[in-house]
């Protein structure tokens, strides 16, 4: 089993197959969008099948399939079969934007897949063009219908931006009225290609759900599970849920049970370290299955205890890397 030195068992894994993204959202990438890498510099699909199997033989039994935007790369749903043989995983996952993935969705339920986290920041056409630079509003809400008519089970991503969609927190509750799915939302990230935004307004957890007990009287907490990233709540009589993820002010990596590989195969204990090690370069080097576990045990060894701590041990400290670059 993968352990590190505060006893935290890692059993998760988020992937990125791509840095790659159809979209230019502003709290991810300058408008511009980023330098993205040489294809051969990426992780082949077999490469990443080895690291999940290996990985998945040290007890990591969920995957979390991340980019940029994974249904960018081409023969996103092979890799995806591939994944579906190894009988280590429990729970494959994928976030996506949602503007490709709506001819795919029956195939994503043939092949187990059990999560889809759809990231959509505003329900007005206008603003989602602002917010992604890109006029695919539409293709994103077909893609919510049909993936509420699927065997999916459908999360919403909504960061929550001061000067963009705080507004619309309330509209993205009332969803949760006649839709058995959750609306997550994020704290903005300083993951953008440029660093933090200087706003007028905090929308840390605490401000999110303040906004929210101000529109809603009747909020239940729901129960969490170990090393959920979101504290769950629901509205009474309301058939989904929402949550809030604290992933800016970090009051959640006492239990963390995740790692992190980029696309370019930069392993990473947590979101806010600039990498630790290159496993794609240990394996074209020529490194064994023992090789890789052996090194994947030390480098968890080696985890902060929190994302504050995992900032401050950057060689590099300004945090402005791309959310597509790190895998979203």
């Not at 023969?75 to 795919?104: Q, V, W, Y």
């Not at 006492?254 to 806010?272: E, M, P």
């Not at 794609?280 to 060894?301: C, H, M, P, Q, Y």
Request: a positive charge.
């Amino acid at each position: 089993m993968l352990t590190d030195n505060f006893g935290r068992t890692i059993n998760y894994l988020r992937l990125a197959v791509t840095d790659r993204c159809n979209l230019r959202c502003q709290y991810c990438m300058p408008a511009e969008g980023i330098d993205i890498v040489d294809r051969k510099d990426l992780l082949t699909y077999k490469e990443m099948y080895r690291i999940t199997r290996v990985l998945s033989e040290l007890g990591v039994n969920k995957v979390r399939l991340t980019g940029g935007e994974p249904f960018v790369r081409k023969d996103f749903i092979s890799f995806l079969e591939m994944l579906s043989f190894n009988r280590n995983l429990d729970t494959i996952n994928i976030t996506t934007n949602g503007a490709l993935i709506k001819p795919h969705i029956n195939k994503l339920e043939t092949l187990g897949i059990k999560t889809i986290n759809l990231s959509l920041d505003t329900l007005q056409k206008d603003r989602f063009k602002t917010i992604t630079r890109r006029d695919l509003f539409d293709q994103t809400i077909s893609t919510l219908h049909t993936l509420l008519n699927s065997t999916l089970t459908i999360k919403l991503n909504v960061v929550v931006q001061s000067g963009f969609n705080t507004d619309e927190i309330s509209d993205f509750i009332e969803l949760t009225k006649d839709n058995r799915f959750e609306v997550r939302f994020i704290e903005e990230m300083p993951f953008n290609g440029k660093g933090l935004r200087v706003t007028d307004e905090n929308w840390n957890y605490d401000k999110i759900l303040t906004q929210i007990k101000q529109d809603f009287k009747a909020i239940t907490i729901l129960p969490t599970e170990k090393s959920a990233t979101a504290q769950k709540f629901k509205i009474d009589h309301f058939q989904g849920s929402f949550g809030i993820i604290p992933a800016f002010t970090r009051t959640i990596c006492h239990d963390c049970n995740r790692i992190r590989i980029t696309a370019t195969g930069l392993f990473k204990n947590c979101l806010f370290d600039d990498g630790v090690f290159n496993i794609r370069d240990f394996i074209r080097s020529g490194a064994s299955d023992d090789d890789l576990k052996k090194v994947f045990i030390e480098t968890v060894n080696q985890k902060p205890k929190n994302g504050f701590i995992a900032e401050q041990n950057r060689k590099n400290t300004n945090v402005s890397e791309s959310m597509s670059t790190i895998g979203g």
